[in-house]
């Protein structure tokens, strides 16, 4: 049973940058794609980001494409968001995913999440 346990979420000006990590233990993820999703208040967690098991391959959504860089570190079981110009609209929050099922609400393991709000 892998856990997921986000970090790095806070309160930041808009145009500021923030770096979420996620931790996995419990079991290994470095054959997983992993991926970090949102969920804003009142709407739906949506897809950010994912990234192969190898790190060679990534893909974000529109929404966060050239401000956002999904990356792993599998000897140390941990994926990272780097999040710059960051703006009010990316105020949600973030939720770390093992395997998830393309850009679908779905995946094997899912954080607890960490809250990331933007001022403007």
């Known amino acids: 049973q892998v856990q997921l346990v986000e970090s790095g979420g806070g309160l930041v000006q808009a145009g500021g940058s923030l770096r979420l990590s996620c931790a996995a233990s419990g079991g290994t993820i470095r054959n997983y794609p992993m991926g970090w999703f949102r969920q804003a208040p009142g709407l739906e967690r949506e897809f950010v980001a994912t990234i192969s098991w190898s790190g060679s391959n990534t893909y974000y959504a529109d929404s966060v494409k050239g401000r956002f860089t999904i990356s792993r570190d599998n000897a140390k079981s941990t994926v990272y968001l780097q999040m710059n110009s960051l703006k009010p609209e990316d105020t949600a929050v973030y939720y770390c995913?093992?395997?998830?099922?393309?850009?679908?609400?779905?995946?094997?393991?899912w954080g607890q999440g960490t809250q990331v709000t933007v001022s403007s």
């Open positions: 995913a093992a395997n998830p099922q393309g850009r679908g609400n779905v995946a094997d393991y």
